[in-house]
């Protein structure tokens, strides 16, 4: 059976923060990163260009988030993958989904896109934000 490659993007600017547990959630799900790095200031930058999954990470200037989209599809693209999956570096999946789950999904015959709602965290892992304003889709296609 053919390995399916699933390439993930990622759009950032100074990620600190998440990009340690963002990487180390990706690295176990998806085979290649690409990264549009907005002027990251603070190590953010330095740390997805040393990651081995990171192949492709290019720097921009000044926000402009559609500029900065295309180039991701274009980095994503030239990588030929099967899938794409586009995240910011705050979001991270739980840790019962495993790369199995994702293959199944991907090996779809009926399904060629998916949308998996995010659950917004305030202050505490015990409370989180499921308003229909609080929700948005982040999409693998």
Partial sequence: MKKIKLVVMVRVKDGILFVRDWLANMERL???????????????????????????????KGFNEGRDKILAYELARKRNPDWCLWLDIDEIFEESLTRKHIER???????NKYLFRPFHFFGNIIHYEASKEALNYVTMI
Avoid: A, Q
Avoid at 34 to 40: P, T
């Fill in 105 to 111: 999904m991907m090996r779809s015959r009926v399904f």
């Fill in 30 to 60: 998806v085979d290649e990163i690409v990264v549009v790095d907005n002027g990251s200031t603070d190590g953010t930058y330095e740390i997805l260009k040393n990651h081995p999954k990171v192949v492709e990470i290019e720097r921009t």
